[in-house]
């Protein structure tokens, strides 16, 4: 069992900054691939970037260079930078908890890009 509580969303304005955080509950977070997911109005969820226990960091193509995801696995958290925000990365972004047939979600926090 695992419980996923995002924090960080809110307004901004186009090419400013803003950093997600997701906590986390339960054990083994170590262990587990942690990723960022958003959902904009009339669109599929899509993935943002991925940080596993082992291998290799993933972003989104729409998202290379511009955000960084990062976990402290001491504290349970895994982070989300996102800097020179455009409109369209408005959307719902949702934290996920992956190990092995497992699968988590938080309920979201809310990314406005506006000016």
């Known amino acids: 069992q695992v419980q996923l509580v995002e924090s960080g969303g809110g307004l901004v304005q186009p090419g400013g900054s803003l950093r997600l955080t997701c906590a986390a509950s339960?054990?083994?977070?170590?262990?587990?691939?942690m990723s960022w997911y958003r959902q904009a109005p009339g669109k599929e969820r899509e993935l943002v970037a991925t940080?596993?226990?082992?291998?290799?960091?993933r972003y989104g193509d729409s998202v290379k260079g511009r955000f960084t995801i990062s976990r402290d696995n001491a504290k349970n958290t895994v982070d989300l930078q996102m800097n020179s925000l455009k409109p369209e990365d408005t959307a719902v972004y949702y934290c996920?908890?992956?190990?092995?047939?497992?699968?988590?979600w938080g309920q979201g926090t809310q990314v406005t890009v506006s000016s």
């Open positions: 339960g054990s083994i977070f170590s262990l587990r691939a």
């Open positions: 996920n908890s992956k190990f092995y047939n497992y699968d988590y």
């Open positions: 940080i596993p226990s082992a291998g290799s960091i």
